[in-house]
């Protein structure tokens, strides 16, 4: 099947730092992908829409300065957590169509577990 | 605003019991209605995934329904084994122009050997 990576697997850092997560498509191409976020116990909520060549769509109370995200290929899609605070310490998935149509089932990275400290 | 709730929050079973994980959702206006299997700290795998005019899927020892009309969902397991330990996520993709998932909190299963 289609197969989604994601690095790094885990991250700890300072509070104040910028966090880079990077998503690829290692056998298909993603003109879309989606970025979640996990908290312990809880569902995964869908942060953005990464749109390959445009601007990502964010979701309500998703700040966009915040999460900064380019899809700057077809394969490659980035999360960048900015001045992280202990708040986003979270487990972030990315996932993408493998057909590139959003009607079609996705495929899920493995995850990163960010910790900050 | 969509909401989906996954009955009961945890599961513990001995080994080869068969089991029914629940899913319900409160808007039935859905694409498709997907699950998925979590282990811990780990990504997601989808399992078996249902069309809005579908009944039913199965793979395997699992199978899934879908009553659409009533925002319900169960899935299956036969014949559980300790593998088959994980948080079972359910999840639906909106209809209409809105294609985006959905997640439940999930279900925790422990089959026990």
């Known amino acids: 099947g289609a197969v989604v990576s994601q690095h790094p697997s885990r991250v700890i850092c300072k509070s104040g730092t910028s966090v880079k997560i990077e998503c690829r498509s290692l056998d298909f191409q993603a003109t879309t992908m989606f970025w979640y976020r996990q908290f312990p116990k809880q569902s995964l909520m869908l942060m953005a829409t990464s749109n390959e060549g445009s601007k990502a769509t964010y979701e309500q109370g998703v700040e966009k300065d915040k999460f900064l995200i380019n899809h700057a290929s077809l394969t490659l899609s980035t999360l960048t957590v900015t001045s992280a605070h202990p708040e986003d310490s979270s487990f972030y998935i990315c996932s993408a169509p493998p057909s590139g149509g959003v009607t079609d089932t996705q495929y899920f990275g493995p995850g990163t577990r960010l910790t900050v400290l | ?113």
Do not use: M
């Not at chain 2, 039935?28 to 282990?39: G, P, T, V």
């Not at chain 2, 078996?48 to 793979?59: A, D, G, K, N, V």
């Open chain 2, 1 to 113: 605003k969509q909401e989906v709730t996954q009955i009961p929050a945890a599961l513990s079973v001995p080994e080869g019991e068969n089991l029914v994980l629940n899913c319900s959702f409160t808007d039935s206006a859905i694409y498709n209605l997907q699950w998925f299997r979590q282990d811990p700290g780990k990504g997601l795998t989808s399992l078996l995934l249902i069309q809005s005019s579908q009944r039913e899927q199965t793979s395997g020892r699992l199978n899934a329904s879908l009553d659409k009309s009533s925002g319900r969902s169960t899935l299956y397991i036969a014949a559980s084994q300790p593998g088959d330990s994980a948080t079972y996520l359910c999840a639906v993709k909106g209809g209409g122009s809105n294609y985006k998932l959905t997640f439940g909190k999930g279900t925790l299963l422990t089959v026990n050997p």
